[in-house]
């Protein structure tokens, strides 16, 4: 562990001590009611979506579910490990995926998916999702920049089949320029095991196809057509099918707003859309799934797969800007998970200028899967809402969790290269207490009079509401915002211990059993929270029982527990002893987990 960590958990540590035998000041004038009723809105969470994607495999972070995707796949070799960078770095062919993987898998065919699924099985068996190549052709060598001349088809791509109509090789063959989908997941299958067997969960079928034309112009230079996507996306479903029945088809990995409406301009949906009478492009690609299924007899499309990155501007005019200490930024951010599932709220960006005609985003998907292909799922493979060393990030990513639990999402998965404060708020929802406790299963109605200022969701585990995990978040850029939080059911709930994500340090603070920011009389808890926070309760008749229901959830490893512990020295203690007084005169009652 590096020095400054040290430091870090030491002081955490140190000021915990102090600044928990402060008495909480009175709130400011900010006042929120939450009402939680656990007999309504029951709804099951499903546990996938607290994922991350690749490129944060080797972050500290109690994830879900793990994705092997982004523009990097769409060229990947996965007989060489070979990828090609695209029009993200000069079309360059290289081994940059073997760089993040361990030596013995270099030259092992599938080496990225066989440490997918490893690293998942460390995480106490994540979901693997991997992506399939179908944009036509991958990287055939490892020897730099491919210029415009090179263009496929030449020497330095091999073609794309998605099926190889005759019988599958134990090892592929590297010298016959053509790479097969379906061989590929016939060798995971045959090397990890099947999806219900310890091997890859799910497949993505490719990655933003609406784009292939911009970032992968030298081996798809035309635009996507709506009717090739969908042709090649069943060919490769059934051949997924046809070798393991259980895996689940992720489809099609679209990248953003534009190509949920007409496909990116694709250059068929004019033609297509005549005749019918589809609201956007992901009305015809369900409904073609589902005719396929039917055609076929086997589910074709278990996840429909969006990506959403917001579009929302902050006060200086910016998309996602930087302007920590800039309120009107901030409250953008704070703000701009709405556009996923509230219709009063517009934000402002060039999606709300153009009519935001499919915003709130997750209704209108699943009124477009409720019309057209019923029973499949809402993934979000791709998203971020921006400011990952900053609380504001940490808080707008735990609302957009409580968002997708809200709204019934299957599996979501963060993409960005670094998420310091959104790791942080996954584990507030996963592994609270460094012992792998986690937000529940089940959600239960949860209601705030004043969602600008405060979002709120409450879960339990299964049947069982002796036990209540809150997530609240206070929006407020510098003031206190007081939350009464009333719990409708008769039960005899006397007990709160605190945990949160505040600006001190991106991680999960443990703020006590007995803070004195949370206070009960009555029906009633009371919790002054502090600006720009968001905080994790856990209510229970009493000690014991929250206790009982957290220790049968444990699933992190004592290492991962024992990294938690850090012993002090004499320079360490110094260091602290200064922070401590700074973090005492500006956060008040913030103790550290770790």
Same mark, same amino acid.
């Given at each position: 562990?590096?020095?400054?960590?040290?430091? &870090?958990?030491?002081?955490?540590?140190?000021?915990?001590?102090?600044?928990?035998?402060?008495?909480?000041?009175?709130?400011?004038?900010?006042?929120?009611?939450?009402?939680?009723?656990? &007999?309504?809105?029951?709804?099951?969470?499903?546990?996938?979506?607290? #994922?991350?994607?690749?490129?944060?495999?080797?972050?500290?972070?109690?994830?879900?579910?793990?994705?092997?995707?982004?523009?990097?796949?769409?060229?990947?070799?996965?007989?060489?490990?070979?990828?090609?960078? #695209?029009?993200?770095?000069?079309?360059?062919?290289?081994?940059?995926?073997?760089?993040?993987?361990?030596?013995?898998?270099?030259?092992?065919?599938? #080496?990225?998916?066989?440490?997918?699924?490893?690293?998942?099985?460390?995480?106490n068996n994540a979901y693997p999702l991997m992506t399939l190549q179908m944009a036509g052709y991958v990287s055939a060598d490892m020897n730099g920049a491919v210029s415009e001349t090179e263009a496929a088809p030449s020497a330095r791509w091999n073609k794309v089949e998605l099926t190889k109509g005759s019988e599958f090789s134990a090892e592929p063959d590297l010298n016959d320029g053509t790479v097969y989908m379906d061989e590929f997941v016939n060798y995971l299958v045959n090397t990890l095991g099947d999806s219900q067997n310890g091997g890859i969960k799910g497949y993505s079928l490719d990655n933003e196809p609406g784009l292939w034309q911009y970032t992968h112009s030298l081996i798809h230079p035309e635009a996507t057509g709506c009717k090739e996507i969908v042709e090649k996306s069943?060919?490769?479903?059934?051949?997924?099918?046809?070798?393991?029945?259980g895996a689940e088809i992720f489809g099609p990995a679209l990248y953003g707003y534009s190509a949920f409406v007409d496909f990116a301009g694709?250059?068929?949906?004019?033609?297509?859309?005549?005749?019918?009478?589809?609201?956007?492009?992901?009305?015809?690609?369900?409904?073609?799934?589902?005719?396929?299924e039917e055609e076929n007899g086997v589910r074709l499309l278990d996840v429909l797969d969006v990506h959403y990155y917001t579009e929302a501007k902050g006060e200086c005019?910016?998309?996602?800007?930087?302007?920590?200490?800039?309120?009107?930024?901030?409250?953008?951010?704070l703000n701009s998970t709405r556009s996923l599932w509230d219709d009063t709220y517009k934000e402002d960006s060039w999606i709300t200028d153009t009519g935001a005609g499919f915003f709130p985003l997750l209704p209108n998907l699943k009124q477009s899967i409720d019309t057209y292909y019923p029973g499949t799922k809402i993934g979000i493979t791709e998203y971020n809402f921006g400011a990952s060393y900053d609380i504001s990030g940490g808080i707008a990513q735990a609302d957009t969790l409580g968002v997708f639990a809200q709204n019934e999402v299957y599996f979501a998965t963060l993409f960005t290269g670094e998420a310091d404060y959104q790791c942080a708020a996954i584990d507030l929802y996963t592994n609270y207490d460094g012992k792998g406790s986690g937000f529940g299963d089940t959600l239960v109605s949860c209601e705030s009079d004043n969602i600008e200022l405060s979002t709120a969701y409450a879960a339990v585990n299964g049947?069982?509401?002796?036990?209540?995990?809150?997530?609240?978040?206070?929006?407020?850029?510098?003031?206190?915002?007081?939350a009464n939080i009333k719990i409708n059911g008769g039960k005899d709930y006397g007990y709160v211990h605190l945990y949160g994500l505040n600006s001190f340090s991106p991680q999960v603070f443990d703020m006590t059993d007995s803070n004195a920011a949370v206070t009960i009389s009555d029906d009633t808890i009371t919790y002054e929270m502090e600006p720009e926070t968001v905080s994790l309760l856990v209510i229970a008749k009493?000690?014991?029982?929250?206790?009982?229901?957290?220790?049968?959830?444990?699933?992190?490893?004592? &290492?991962?527990?024992?990294?938690?512990?850090?012993?002090? #020295?004499?320079?360490?203690?110094?260091?602290?002893?200064?922070?401590?007084?700074?973090?005492?005169?500006?956060?008040?009652l913030k103790k550290i987990k770790k």
């Open positions: 562990m590096k020095i400054h960590k040290k430091i &870090s958990a030491v002081c955490a540590s140190a000021a915990a001590a102090i600044l928990c035998s402060m008495t909480a000041g009175a709130a400011d004038g900010n006042t929120v009611n939450i009402n939680i009723d656990t &007999s309504k809105d029951r709804k099951e969470i499903s546990p996938y979506i607290y #994922g991350i994607n690749s490129e944060l495999l080797y972050k500290d972070v109690s994830c879900t579910a793990i994705r092997a995707g982004g523009n990097r796949f769409s060229a990947y070799n996965w007989e060489t490990n070979a990828s090609n960078a #695209g029009s993200d770095w000069q079309n360059n062919s290289d081994n940059y995926f073997q760089q993040s993987i361990p030596d013995e898998l270099d030259n092992t065919p599938g #080496g990225v998916a066989i440490n997918l699924s490893q690293k998942c099985e460390e995480r069943v060919t490769m479903s059934k051949a997924v099918k046809d070798i393991d029945p694709a250059p068929d949906w004019k033609e297509i859309n005549q005749n019918n009478d589809y609201r956007w492009f992901i009305d015809y690609y369900l409904d073609e799934m589902r005719k396929a005019g910016e998309r996602s800007c930087g302007h920590y200490n800039r309120e009107g930024c901030v409250n953008a951010r049947e069982n509401d002796d036990v209540i995990t809150l997530v609240v978040t206070n929006k407020s850029f510098k003031e206190k915002t007081t009493d000690k014991n029982a929250a206790e009982a229901d957290t220790s049968k959830d444990s699933k992190v490893t004592s &290492s991962k527990a024992e990294k938690s512990s850090v012993k002090t #020295g004499a320079i360490i203690g110094s260091v602290c002893a200064a922070v401590v007084l700074a973090a005492g005169a500006f956060f008040g």
